[in-house]
């Protein structure tokens, strides 16, 4: 038997003791690093702001009197895909810039951290959608996308065209006002122009002079149309300006 | 966004006569105009002639929209060619809101396509009217929704300024345009006009 007695135990308590406070002492900062990291990234701000649409399709799903019809339950899921192409776009965008800015330092780390953890979550978000599209109808989960995307397309088309469309008031508004001044103020030179020739070689009886401003008042009225519409006639008008 | 497996109960109620959802609660701005959103959808989704009452995948397109589009375009032609512009540009209209009521869900290349086309020809018919400002703004849209091969739709909103005498927004327009369409004669001379208009009016004044 192996001489238990020979061992001093008092000294082999020494380097015991140190392990035991070495290893525990790591434990224990290694356990608090990790509850104080796990925090921080719980109190990081989300990337992006609350899904609304995707609050409304779980709450419609989790209605239960009376029961929401499938067809809106399709509608609303079709929506909140729609918003996960806005977020993948703006995801997708964002990521390069985001990288490079992170090489040089001109962001900070958490900045970072918040983006790769909205990027986890739309990755989740969309194969939720999937699965959900799935039970509604077989294989819609390959198309649901193509359709939110399109959807999406659509919608910024519209808004892009109502934004132009609507300035045409506007815009042939102005217009009027300002062909009303042109004309205006052509004719007055031209009334201007007549009266002073006609001053030049009849030295104007009071009498007459009713009667031929009239006439030519008619005529310029018969010709200003054409007179807008000659570019040449405007440019002069402007040109004197 | 919240974790995956949360979500937030929001004050929800569903009309069952007119199968609208509408908030219950007190309800702000964006969530409004979202459920009026969603039951735009809704009432779009309804007409769905799929069997599974999901719309169907972007590719095979209805062709009867486009048939009734292509249709109304074509008399519209018809009309201007015949030297009706007015009642030629009531056909465009006509025909650009059919082709903005297309389903959502169906190709926007096809609508871009469509309606840039539409726009470029009520520009056309606008201007035969010497309605420049309408025709500048069609114009405008025509090539916001179609830059590429557009040079139509660069041409005329640029000879409408050049009309309203707006020369600075004119040449800033047709120099844009001839980034995309370098080659396009029209687009070249009608940069010389302006220019040359410029200056006629520099030396008068």
């Known amino acids: 038997m192996w001489p238990f007695d020979a061992v001093d135990w008092l000294m082999l308590l020494v380097p015991v003791a140190y392990l035991f406070i070495m290893i525990g002492s790591l434990t224990v900062f290694l356990s608090l690093y990790r509850k104080r990291q796990a925090a921080a990234a719980s109190s990081l701000e989300p990337w992006f702001p609350q899904h609304l649409q995707r609050n409304i399709y779980l709450s419609l799903l989790h209605q239960e009197d009376p029961k929401v019809p499938d067809s809106i339950l399709k509608a609303a899921l079709l929506r909140r895909a729609t918003e996960d192409i806005h977020r993948i776009v703006q995801i997708r965008n964002a990521k390069q810039a985001l990288q490079v800015l992170l090489q040089r330092g001109s962001v900070g780390d958490d900045l970072w951290k918040r983006f790769e953890r909205a990027e986890k979550e739309i990755e989740e978000e969309l194969r939720d959608v999937v699965q959900e599209a799935n039970a509604f109808a077989p294989n819609w989960g390959q198309s649901i996308f193509q359709s939110a995307s399109e959807m999406a397309q659509n919608n910024h088309i519209r808004e892009c065209l109502d934004e132009i469309l609507a300035k045409a008031p506007k815009e042939s508004q102005w217009w009027n006002s300002r062909r009303a001044e042109i004309q205006g103020s052509f004719m007055k030179e031209l009334d201007e122009e007549k009266i002073r020739s006609r001053e030049g070689s009849v030295a104007g009886t009071g009498s007459v002079v009713g009667t031929p401003a009239a006439s030519v008042a008619g005529s310029v009225m018969g010709e200003d149309a054409v007179m807008v519409e000659s570019p040449s006639g405007k440019k002069k008008r402007k040109g004197k300006k | ?205």
């Open chain 2, 1 to 205: 966004m919240e974790a995956a497996d949360t979500f937030t109960l929001l004050p929800l109620q569903m009309d069952d006569a007119t199968g609208t959802v509408s908030a219950s609660g007190p309800a702000n701005n964006a969530l409004n105009t979202e459920l009026a959103a969603l039951n735009a959808l809704h009432r779009g989704l309804l007409n769905v002639e799929t069997s599974t009452g999901t719309p169907p995948p972007p590719v095979p397109v209805n062709p009867k929209r486009s048939a009734q589009i292509g249709k109304l375009r074509e008399s519209g032609n018809a009309e201007f060619r015949k030297g009706n512009p007015a009642a030629a540009v009531k056909l465009y209209t006509l025909a650009i809101d059919m082709a903005l009521q297309r389903p959502h869900w169906e190709p926007s290349g096809l609508v871009r396509e469509e309606v840039s086309g539409l726009l470029s020809n009520r520009a056309q018919a606008n201007m035969a009217q010497q309605n420049w400002a309408e025709g500048s703004v069609d114009a405008e849209a025509s090539v916001e929704m179609k830059r590429v091969g557009n040079a139509k739709g660069w041409w005329r909103r640029g000879k409408c300024l050049l009309e309203m005498g707006r020369l600075d927004e004119a040449e800033q327009w047709v120099k844009q345009g001839l980034e995309f369409e370098a080659t396009e004669q029209d687009l070249v001379q009608l940069r010389d006009q302006i220019e040359s208009r410029r200056n006629g009016q520099i030396s008068a004044v």
